[in-house]
Nanobody, 120 residues
């Protein structure tokens, strides 16, 4: 599975962005899809995940209520809608596919990352 993340950019605090993660190669519909982020000088951290069917989602406490993860099985694409963005959301965002959970080791496939910068 090859993953391509896109949709990052520069946005003012309080604004919104929608990230996309497009899969090619083997279908990633049988995998849990996750989003992680990594700020400069920090470890990569879990943001959100969605089950293969889309019926279950999990969010980190820092984004709960502001971010929404979704996936379009027919399009082999996943999304992360980010609202009410804060400066602390600034990071490189990565999509991943794997067996699930909040740890990076549980994900076998990773996109290249897309930069999100929130100005205050």
């Amino acid at each position: 599975v090859q993953l391509q993340a896109s949709g990052g950019g520069l946005v003012q605090a309080g604004g919104s962005l929608r990230l996309s993660c497009t899969a090619s190669g083997r279908t990633f519909n049988y995998y849990v899809m996750g989003w992680f982020r990594q700020a400069p000088g920090k470890e990569r951290e879990f943001v959100a995940l969605i089950s293969w069917s889309g019926g279950a989602t999990v969010y980190s406490d820092s984004v709960k209520g502001r971010f929404t993860i979704s996936r379009d099985i027919a399009e082999n694409t996943g999304y992360l809608q980010m609202n009410s963005l804060k400066s602390e959301d600034t990071a490189v965002y990565y999509c991943a596919a794997g067996s699930g959970g909040v740890f990076t080791a549980r994900y076998s496939f990773w996109g290249q990352g897309t930069q999100v910068t929130v100005s205050s």
